[in-house]
């Protein structure tokens, strides 16, 4: 199984500012994910993290107000961009190595969020 | 992918066996049950998943019923740190993406 961290583990933040989260594997992945997990909620899926090339959005989500990069097969970021208090949620990221099918997907601890 | 129906929540007594049921009435033949588990403030963690034979590993065991439309996720010996909200996601061959519904809450008591 993938070990994956994030930083950072929590926020808090003020309105109108941007915070970038990182997410660490430690073994090459050829799949990641980031989601939200709003208070009391499940989870769901912002984006599949593509290596080399832009992130693809799930529906109600967009880029500008998402931007992730994934430079290499290891590590991506996720930036919460012009916060507002709606985006105090959870933020997730997971991976999957590819090597079996069906693959299992694994999840970092999350980066809990506060925006004021 | 197939939409499943869980309990909202429920209760066992440490060292029982707790048994989490879930009904996937329209899963198709190339979709499989996956269980993952999230204990407060952590990540979600994968436990098992199968097709149609029961499977079984270190944490848990997996029964799919013959027509495949429900299955169950046994925990054996359940502990108080099995205390978790359990999610049984369907998910199709060759798709990456996890669809999480709310998953039911079980609660071990001492």
């Known amino acids: 199984s993938a070990v994956i961290s994030q930083k950072p583990s929590r926020d808090i933040c003020q309105r109108g500012t941007s915070l970038t989260i990182q997410c660490q594997v430690d073994?090459?992945?050829?799949?990641m994910f980031w989601y939200r997990q709003q208070p009391g909620q499940s989870l769901t899926l912002i984006a599949t993290a593509n290596q080399g090339s832009e992130a693809t959005y799930e529906s109600g989500f967009v880029i500008d107000k998402f931007p992730i990069s994934r430079p290499n097969l290891t590590f991506s970021t996720l930036t919460v961009s012009n916060m507002s208090p709606e985006d105090s949620s959870i933020y997730l990221c997971s991976g999957s190595s590819g090597r079996s099918l069906p693959d299992t997907q694994y999840f970092g601890p999350g980066t809990r969020l506060t925006v004021l | 992918d197939a939409k499943t129906t869980q309990p909202t929540s429920m209760d066992c007594a440490e060292g029982r066996a707790a048994n989490l049921p879930c009904n996937h009435s329209t899963i198709s033949g190339n979709e499989y049950v996956y269980w993952y588990r999230q204990i407060h403030s952590q990540g979600p963690q994968y436990i098992i998943h199968g097709l149609k034979n029961n499977e079984t590993n270190e944490m848990a065991s997996l029964i799919i019923t013959e027509d495949r439309k429900s299955s169950t996720l046994i925990l054996p010996h359940a502990t108080l740190r099995d205390t978790a909200v359990y999610y049984c996601i369907v998910r199709v061959y060759g798709s990456e993406k996890l669809v999480f519904g709310k998953g039911t809450k079980l609660t071990v008591n001492p």
């Open positions: 073994s090459q992945v050829t799949m």
